[in-house]
Structure formats: C-alpha cells, structure tokens
C-alpha cells in the first residue's frame, strides 16, 4: 500500500513564525502536492512537484513556498505565519502520468 | 478552465435509505470524473473514476455514479447507506490540459441516522 505521512496532525504557531511542514512518500512516485481545506471551498492546490528540485505554482501560491530535495520528501513552507492561513493541509503523490493522487492524514495548523 | 459544484453542503439519510450526492462539472475538454471520501481523521479516498469508458461507475463499498454529458453531472448514489458511510465527500475533475491538476468540490458532508 501507498504511504503518505505528514510530520505533525496538529500544529498551533503563532503569527509571523516560520513554518515547515513535511510529507514523506514512501512508492518512489514522481508527483507530490500540497493543498489546503477549508470548509465549504473543498481542496485547492498550492504548489506540486513533478521531480527533485522542480515545483509549479497552483492555484493559492500566495504565502507559500516549497522545496524537494529528495523524490520522497515533499516541504511546504510559511515564511511569515497569519491568520488567514490557519487551516488543514494536505499532502499527496502520484505517479508520473497517472491522475490518482494518495493522500496523508492531514495537518491541522492553527495561526494565533 | 474546468470548476466542479457539489450542490448540497450536507446531506442527512437514515440508515438503509438511499444516498443521492449531486455534483455537476464544467470543462473544456472531455473530462475525467471522480469521487473521492474522507472519514474522520483520515486521508482521502478514491471511491470511483470516471474515465470515457463505460458511463456507469462502480466503486467501493456499493457506491456507484453516473457520468451525463447532456446534464454535465457526475451524481454519486448508493442504494442503502450504512452507518460507516458518515463521511465528506468530494466530486473531483482532471484538468488534462493543466497538468493533470485535479479541481475538487466543496464537498458534502453524509450524516447517517440510526
């Protein structure tokens, strides 16, 4: 079975702190995402990553970066915690050219 | 540019009712479909695709949807729902010219009544 883990369930930072929060794979899969939930506005796609060292921005970038270093090990970073990013945040991969994304458990992380 | 609109928010059954989870789908290109669940403290799901094959899915756990072109609606149903099946649920599109992005719904939330 596909394995996704996410470092932490829940966080609590508080405003203006840098936060990282880390998504290992463990299926050697080419493709990792992060995304946020928010009620009522289902997933919406931060950033992904096609390879080592290569990332897109997706639909919400803003107040957020990335980075891969290794193909198992997928970052997302908040430079300068708010408020407004207080959310749950998922982490998922996929094969290179397949459209099922596997998900991990979440993190729930509360801006204070 | 593809969206997705799940059309009810929560949706309550009784235990051994139907369930009926309405989604309809915008997109430029012949899309592909899914359905994906989301139990409590849990990730999500694939519960069925939707491909260009055969326009009656089935999935797991009895689910089962639908693909209309003429109606561009992907509606989930299951003929008796359980207790188990108290979870959110997402209609998700590809976007096959983005990259292979997925657009999820805002998802929909099954109360099941004992």
């Known amino acids: 079975d596909v394995k996704v883990t996410q470092s932490s369930r829940y966080l609590v930072k508080r405003t203006g702190e840098k936060v990282f929060l880390e998504c290992v794979q463990d299926?050697?899969?080419?493709?990792m995402f992060w995304y946020r939930q928010d009620p009522g506005l289902g997933l919406r796609l931060i950033y992904f990553?096609?390879?080592?060292?290569?990332?897109e921005k997706g639909d919400i970038p803003e107040g957020y970066s990335v980075s891969r270093e290794k193909k198992e090990r997928f970052s997302l970073i908040l430079e300068s915690a708010s408020t407004n990013q207080t959310s749950m945040y998922l982490c998922a991969s996929s094969l290179a050219d397949s459209y099922e994304q596997y998900f991990g458990p979440g993190t729930r992380l509360t801006v204070t | 540019a593809q969206s997705v609109t799940q059309l009810d928010s929560h949706v309550s059954v009784s235990e051994g009712t139907p369930v009926l989870l309405r989604c309809n789908y915008s997109?430029?290109?012949?899309?592909?479909l899914f359905w994906y669940v989301q139990h409590p403290n849990k990730g999500l799901q694939l519960l069925l695709k939707?491909?260009?094959?055969?326009?009656l899915v089935k999935g797991i756990n009895g689910f089962e949807a639908e693909f209309k072109k003429s109606e561009t609606s992907f509606h989930l149903t299951k003929p008796s729902a359980h207790m188990s099946d108290a979870a959110e649920y997402f209609c998700?599109?590809?976007?096959?010219?983005?990259?292979?992005?997925?657009?999820f719904g805002g998802g929909t939330r099954v109360l099941v009544k004992p």
């Open positions: 939707y491909t260009s094959a055969a326009t």
């Open positions: 299926m050697d899969h080419e493709n």
């Open positions: 998700v599109v590809l976007g096959k010219a983005a990259g292979n992005k997925l657009t």
């Open positions: 990553s096609y390879d080592v060292k290569m990332k």
């Open positions: 997109s430029s290109y012949s899309p592909s």
